[in-house]
């Protein structure tokens, strides 16, 4: 029964251990996590403005609370009497940094999703302008090939086609509009 009992305790002193050593190593993670998102949301912020970040800002304050107050438990939990001890509050501090830190990590990938697509907005404009130039070369097409039906069918059959090129024309030139506006 001795024997039992102490293999027990080892375990549950092993097991504490590894807990005690996650919730340092997850500390350390999180403190690193956010002194790189407090940096990030002063660009994000020049970037997207002030209100565009305020979810952002909320979730960093948590995650920098969390992280505060999980520095006082480390210093409990590494100095406690007994390893079961440690583990408590090991749990106690990985608990508190899983409740904040994935919203913050959720609104970090949120800004760098919406750089991408800033990014990508100018190949977006080039890729568009690319597809007008080609639609107008496709209407050169479609106007020979109008031309020649209106030789082979008498006007009534063809009438309703006729306009099509002036209207493609505009379209292709209000859409030309829009792309050096934007």
Known sequence: LERSTAEAEERDAASAAERIERANSLLLHADELVRSARD??????????????DAYAAALDRAQAAVQS???????????ATPIEGGALAERLIAALDAVMPELVDRQKEFASLRDREASAGAQLTDVR????EARGDLLTMEAELASLSSLYPASSIASLMDNPAEARALLDYASAAVERA
Do not use: H, P, V
């Not at 999980?70 to 406690?80: H, R, T």
């Not at 690319?130 to 130039?133: D, G, K, L």
């Open 40 to 53: 990030e949301l002063d660009f994000a912020r020049a970037q997207f403005g002030s209100a565009r970040t």
């Open 70 to 80: 999980s520095f006082e438990i480390q210093a409990s939990m590494n100095a406690a």
């Open 130 to 133: 690319e597809r007008i130039a």
